[in-house]
Nanobody
Framework: QVQLVESGGGSVQPGGSLRLTCAAS????????MGWFRQVPGKEREGVAAFRKGTGYTYYADSVKGRFTISRDNADNTVYLQMNSLNPEDTAMYYC?????????????????????WGQGTQVTVSS
């Protein structure tokens, strides 16, 4: 069983930065990839960034490319999401997830349906 705990959310002004952290514990054969997702009330949870453990494969949503960076420690136990140049549209609850996407490509790695384990979320609010 995999447990995921997010931290680092908060309130920031437009143009500011935040770094989210996801601490992962436990092991499961169905968690070879990890990602960050976000959700606002009334909308579906959307993929932001994801990677496959032990590889260089990394995927980003078009809306965050060039502004957000996903990274991890050497053991893939801690995953980070560095968010720069934040704007009000980035306001959401951010979730860490682990799973086994069925194939390479952002279509799968940024799909919430490909992930089995979820953290409780951390709120990010961008407002002046």
């Amino acid at each position: 069983q995999v447990q995921l705990v997010e931290s680092g959310g908060g309130s920031v002004q437009p143009g500011g930065s935040l770094r989210l952290t996801c601490a992962a514990s436990g092991y499961s054969s169905d968690s070879n990839s990890m990602g960050w997702f976000r959700q606002v009330p009334g909308k579906e949870r959307e993929g932001v960034a994801a990677f496959r453990k032990g590889t260089g494969y990394t995927y980003y949503a078009d809306s965050v490319k060039g502004r957000f960076t996903i990274s991890r420690d050497n053991a893939d136990n801690t995953v980070y999401l560095q968010m720069n140049s934040l704007n009000p549209e980035d306001t959401a609850m951010y979730y860490c997830a682990a799973g086994n996407p069925r194939s390479y490509g952002s279509r799968w790695y940024l799909s919430r349906n490909e992930y089995n384990y979820w953290g409780q979320g951390t709120q990010v609010t961008v407002s002046s």
